[in-house]
């Protein structure tokens, strides 16, 4: 009991202590052509265009609007199938000068349901973000097609 309540004040006493511009502001970034939500909901498909061609459009990128400078970013996955799935996802911050990197490349198995944080990622110091791009599928893993995921993205101050 005495040890419950030292805990607590202890958390308090930290909150108070923290200073309000050590504390993060995050907020959810729009992604682009989408319909005014910020978690976009989808399904894996397979290449649109030539019939059997790996060569058509997929729905597998979806980029996210970055309109001011932020220190970090948080990516977030969530699987919607209820069969177990293997998920290809990459993620990429894409800069104003036309260049990217690469900061997530990974496969997942998540339950429906759960998934990932991924980040936060820093900023590049020098290099202004202009978009962040979340890509799930690939036509290595046809496996993926027909599961259906929620993913979204904050940028953090």
Do not use: H
């Amino acid at each position: 009991m005495y040890q419950s309540r030292f805990v607590a004040l202890g958390l308090v006493m930290a909150s108070v202590l923290t200073p309000q511009s050590a504390i993060a502001k995050c907020e959810f970034l729009m992604p682009i052509g989408g319909d005014g939500n910020k978690i976009v909901k989808k399904r894996v498909e397979r290449p649109k265009g030539l019939i059997g061609s790996a060569f058509g459009r997929t729905n597998w990128n979806t980029d996210f609007a970055v309109n001011q400078p932020y220190r970090n970013y948080k990516l977030f996955f969530t699987a919607d199938s209820t069969d177990s799935a293997s998920y290809p996802i990459q993620a990429f911050l894409k800069f104003s000068d036309g260049s990217n990197l690469q900061v997530v490349n990974e496969s997942m198995r998540p339950p429906m349901g759960t998934g990932k944080m991924f980040g936060p990622i820093q900023a590049i110091p020098g290099k202004a973000v202009s978009q962040v791009n979340f890509k799930v599928g690939t036509a290595k893993d046809p496996g993926a097609t027909g599961f259906s995921y929620r993913i979204s993205v904050q940028g953090c101050r």
